[in-house]
């Protein structure tokens, strides 16, 4: 154990909340599994319990090997990951896994393991790393639009575009997220204009295709719209009854919260222990819970900022920026729904929902942060003559 | 392109800005939902989530007088499947063998289950009906087939219990035990004792419970304890009695369809009680089928007839202006009151008679004219008369539906009367009456004066505790003086027991029997519709009567016949008749052990021998074999006794006065 924590390097801070996290974790993924083993015949609440508990094991082995790896391995590792990914996702989507006549093939099985894994969460990773390191690789020329197309947008748009007729809302977080990573990576602002002009265009093009050809294609389309239409107006859908059911979970958790294991509303939220998890949070530990929860994400997302202030390179600090982000802005679209604020959308809460995928890519994103900054402190650990600002000192320790 | 630390750093600084105020405004919306919006939501909460569940109170039982269950409630399942929920293997692994059990089960082909099986997996049929309303061991039977006993998650299995009222003794009685029915438009409607003490002590009172739902459509105990406790219905013992019932239905139903009748009824009273011990009243169909329809014994009203000379008379006796021995001229048959006649069933009339035989042949002329003669100065004074006797008021039964009934009173305006009112009246036109409120005049006859309320049920009780017992209610203790009572009675009697009376051919040596045949003409004003109503009414044994009774046939087929006599008179025959083999009149009966003088002798015989032979052979042959070997074995040697044949003993393998060995057999040869 000593040795374990000699060997943890990074933002210890980061460490910390990610803990923080996954233990909260357990509290309401048990609770909602009593009701995913009701319905899926059996008795057995604690098989949910070991399940979520290997995902996390095994998502902070990934994060713990990945924080070892010098960071600046990950520039060639994207370059060789990027084919891979955009085979992976066409495999994906061919295998056309059909929810009520709709596209949903979202998961990939994984040979001899026999566990389902949704590759466009991997997809976004790499895909942010390449951004990341491309930014940085140009960091100093004067590019035209049309010298960055190739580089950049074209294995951007590849990986979007087979991800977004199964998953709209993915498609979207990863699309702005490029969007955001570029803009802090100095991309001019009327080229983004083009890109995110050209970004809606093809969207809109998709749409009018499958709407045209509905059968050319199994599509989600005709779900997003509903969705989209079912948040706008006050028809009753049936996302209209998972956001009742949130509400109602979230107003009957009140300050205190009904107490552990005693929500009402996972026996009736869909995905209570992914999509909705901050839902069932809440009614079981009110409004405390709830914010507690936010704290950790807002804390995350000072952390990042900080490891990302004091990477030694730039790219360094996009890579931390690059796969920080979206954890935290996934986050944030997860509770916005859970409240109503955004349509709903399949976004899980990242490492606190169950889901082997979700949890692996965040500690992979994690551990590439962490990697990051324990590549600081080596830099920081020879450099012990600098003096020391006080203000520094003050970051580093909250 | 040149970027540097400051440029990312600020840019970082808006971008993690504008996330901290998407943060910010999800924990304003949290902080809206909770408290703005959260009264709403846990109400919501509580309306979703939350339900009170009825628990219906088992309706108590109906049983007849001598505890026979006559109504119950008994849970009846109907099975479904979901076709969808059995996976595809199990679907087709266990389809053949559940279409066999099935088919085994309704007798439908196995092959018709298959398809139909398949069909409703294909069509999405998530409610597919396999059977309606079956019984519970017939539920547990199904419940185990193939595939189905899988449960409702694997299987599909769905299953749906309902109350249904159940009759154990099917038809008899239907009517009158009465049901309670709720159609869809949440109307009631309540016949017979069910229906009358249903609400009062049969329904019991619905208990509730909260649920919760757990998903899945399935709901679960809030508490362990039900927040209301449901409290079961009382069971209503009736005065009904199954055996009489039987006899009743029976015999109505036999006289109806041998005179093609519309409908009848039949309705026995115990005499000093008052109590119901049978009530049947059966309809014809359109098949021609007769079943419990109406309850035509409370609810129809119509005009007696000649049953209402009895009322007329009774009247007349009391106020002293007839006696039964004044004489009166039935001039051939026909009298005529302002233009209308009255006519006599005999053509030609019966002479001069005395009232109590124009009584005894019911003779109409007769009857009128008394009446006329003792009343035309003074109706008001019948009319009160009939009043005392409480003819104008109804019984005021629980059961629902009895109409008043009708006498016309000239102080009244209301069209009834006129100048042929009294006359009509005496013998039984202008008024009306049910069955029932007839019976219960002839029945105060039977019962000396004293008029009970007819009453259907004996006691209420919860299991073994009476709740509310009935005590017999007296509408009137004395409807006439003790000498018409007696007048009355002994015209009754005279109707059966004389020669010329009209209720002769009822007539039994073996029991008695005292009435009133009515022969009522209905739709008179119609003459292509004229039709009958044959009525009896009266009671048995004529002295000390324990039973009175009235048969009323509506519309009896006039080519088979149509007198009170022959169409209603023999359902009371029989009714009588089987009801006092089950109570007989003569309780003792001189001993059957008559003694016979061969068998004594026989046994005289066999005892002197059995005194003197003890280890010596006697002399059997001649005697009963069975005998013989009774004689030898109870010797005290112990010897075997073959018998050959039955019957008297032939020969004997040992001859007489030896001595007899143990361990010896004896063979005897009988023929």
Not at chain 2, 126 to 148: M, S
Request: hydrophobic fraction near 40%.
């Amino acid at each position: 154990m000593q040795t374990l924590f000699k060997n943890i390097k990074g933002d210890r801070l980061i460490w910390a909340i990610v803990a923080l996290l996954a233990i909260v974790s357990f509290l309401p993924v048990y609770s909602a599994a009593s009701n995913l083993a009701y319905k899926g015949g059996g008795s057995n609440t604690f098989a949910f319990f070991v399940k979520h508990f290997m995902h996390l094991f095994l998502g902070f082995a990934i994060m713990y090997g990945v924080h070892k790896i010098p960071y600046r391995y990950f520039k060639g590792l994207s370059l060789i990951m990027i084919p891979v990914v955009l085979v992976l996702l066409a495999i994906t989507m061919m295998q056309g896994t059909v929810i009520d006549g709709a596209n949903a093939s979202r998961w990939i099985q994984i040979p001899i393991v026999g566990m389902s894994f949704q590759t466009s969460t991997l997809a976004a990773v790499v895909l942010m790393v390449y951004v990341a390191r491309y930014m940085s690789k140009i960091k100093d020329k004067k590019i035209t639009f049309k010298e960055s197309v190739l580089p950049l947008w074209l294995p951007a748009f590849l990986v979007l575009a087979l991800i977004l007729p199964s998953n709209f809302s993915t498609t979207a977080i990863i699309f702005l997220m490029v969007i955001v990573l570029v803009f802090l990576g100095g991309y001019p602002l009327r080229y983004l204009a083009v890109i995110i002009g050209s970004g809606l265009l093809m969207l809109t093009m998709f749409i009018l295709v499958a709407k045209a050809f509905p059968d050319a294609m199994p599509n989600r389309v005709d779900t997003w719209m509903s969705r989209i239409e079912s948040f706008s107006n006050a028809e009753d859908t049936e996302a209209d009854y998972q956001i009742e059911k949130a509400k109602i979970a979230i107003a009957s958790g009140g300050i205190n919260g009904v107490g552990p294991g005693k929500s009402r509303q996972k026996n009736f939220l869909p995905q209570s222990s992914s999509d909705f998890i901050f839902a069932i949070i809440i009614e079981e530990y009110g409004l405390i819970g709830g914010l507690f929860v936010m704290v950790l994400y807002m804390w995350l997302l000072f952390r990042i900022v900080i490891a990302a202030q004091k990477a030694d390179t730039v790219f360094g600090k996009l890579l931390v920026l690059g796969v920080g982000l979206p954890i935290v802005f996934q986050a944030l679209i997860n509770m916005a729904v859970a409240v109503e604020l955004f349509p709903v959308t399949g976004q899980t809460l990242p490492l606190i929902s169950s889901g082997g995928t979700s949890i692996w890519m965040t500690c992979l994103a994690l551990g590439i942060i962490l990697s990051v900054s324990a590549k600081r402190e080596e830099i920081k650990e020879k450099e012990e003559n600098i003096e020391e600002n006080p203000l520094e000192i003050l970051s580093e320790t909250i | 392109m040149a970027v540097n630390e400051k440029n990312i750093l600020n840019r970082l600084y808006f971008i993690a800005g504008c996330m901290f105020v998407f943060g910010l405004a999800v924990v304003f919306k949290l902080f809206s939902i909770q408290f703005l919006q959260g009264e709403k939501y846990k109400a919501l909460a509580e309306k979703r989530v939350v339900k009170d569940v009825v628990i219906p109170a088992n309706r108590g039982n109906v049983y007849s007088v001598n505890g026979n269950l006559l109504a119950t409630s008994i849970p009846k399942y109907d099975i479904r499947i979901d076709a969808l929920t059995p996976s595809a293997k199990n679907f087709t692994k266990y389809l053949k063998p559940l279409a066999d059990s099935l088919s085994k089960f309704t007798g439908k082909s196995s092959a018709f289950y298959q398809k139909e099986l398949r069909k409703a997996r294909a069509n999405k049929n998530r409610y597919y009906l396999l059977v309606r309303n079956v019984g519970y061991t017939d539920y547990t039977r199904i419940r185990n087939f193939p595939l189905l006993s899988l449960g409702a998650f694997k299987g599909g299995l769905i299953v749906e219990q309902t109350t249904k009222r159940e009759h154990p003794m099917g038809g008899i009685a239907q009517r009158t035990i009465g049901y309670e029915r709720v159609d869809e438009k949440g109307n009631v409607t309540r016949p017979g004792i069910d229906g009358a003490f249903g609400v009062k002590y049969l329904r019991g009172v619905d208990g509730q419970r909260k649920k919760q739902r757990i998903g899945k459509g399935q709901w679960k105990p809030l508490r362990d304890a039900n927040e209301i406790e449901p409290k079961d219905g009382y069971d209503v013992y009736t005065t009904i009695d199954v055996n009489i019932q039987d006899i009743a239905h029976h015999a109505l139903l036999e006289q109806l369809e041998k005179y093609k009748a519309d409908h009848g009824c039949v309705v026995v009273m115990e005499t000093k009680t008052g109590e119901i011990r049978a009530i049947s009243n059966l309809g014809r169909n359109k098949n021609g089928r007769y079943y419990e329809r109406l309850n035509y014994a409370v609810g129809e009203s119509h005009e007696s007839g000649s049953t209402f000379k009895l009322m007329a008379l009774a009247a007349a006796f009391e106020d002293k202006l007839v006696d039964t021995s004044d004489v009166v001229d039935t001039e051939k048959g026909i009298i005529t009151y302002y233009g209308k006649k009255v006519r006599d069933s005999k053509w030609g009339g019966y002479g001069k008679i005395s009232i109590a035989r124009a009584f005894e042949v019911s003779s109409n002329t007769g009857i009128v004219k008394a009446i006329d003669k003792a009343y035309r100065k003074q109706p008001e004074k019948f009319v009160d008369r009939l009043y005392d006797m409480n003819l104008n008021s109804d019984l005021n039964l629980p059961i629902i539906g009895e109409p008043k009934p009708i006498i016309p009173d000239p102080r009244v305006k209301n069209g009834r009367w006129s100048g042929i009112a009294l006359q009509w009246m005496a013998y039984g036109y202008g008024v009306s009456f049910t069955p029932l409120q007839t019976l219960t005049f002839y029945n105060a006859v039977a019962n000396n004066g004293v008029m009970v309320k007819p009453r259907f049920l004996r006691e209420v009780r919860e299991f073994d505790r009476v709740v509310e017992p009935f005590k017999e209610e007296v509408i009137n203790n004395e409807i006439c003086s003790k000498q018409t009572v007696a007048k009355l009675q002994a015209l009754l009697k005279n109707v059966v027991e004389k020669e010329h009376g009209t209720g002769h051919r009822l007539y039994s040596e073996n029991f008695s029997m005292a009435g009133k045949t009515g022969t009522c003409q209905k739709d008179y004003s119609n003459k292509e519709k004229l039709n009958y109503i044959s009525s009896f009414a009266g009671y048995f044994p004529a002295e000390n009567p324990k039973y009175s009774c009235i048969v009323v046939i509506h519309e009896p087929d006039k080519s088979v016949g149509y007198y009170g006599a022959d169409v209603s008179g023999p359902v009371f025959k029989r009714i009588a008749q089987k009801i006092f083999t089950d109570t007989p009149i003569v309780d003792e009966i001189e001993t059957l052990n008559v003694k016979k003088s061969s068998v004594e002798k026989e046994y005289e015989g066999y005892y002197q021998l059995a005194q003197t032979y003890k280890t010596i052979m006697p002399n059997v042959v001649g005697l009963p074999a069975m005998d013989a070997v009774a004689l030898l074995e109870n010797m005290n040697v112990n010897i075997k006794v073959k018998l050959q044949g039955s019957g008297i003993v032939k020969k004997q393998s040992i001859n007489k006065n030896i001595k007899l060995k143990d361990n010896q057999t004896i063979v005897l040869i009988a023929s």
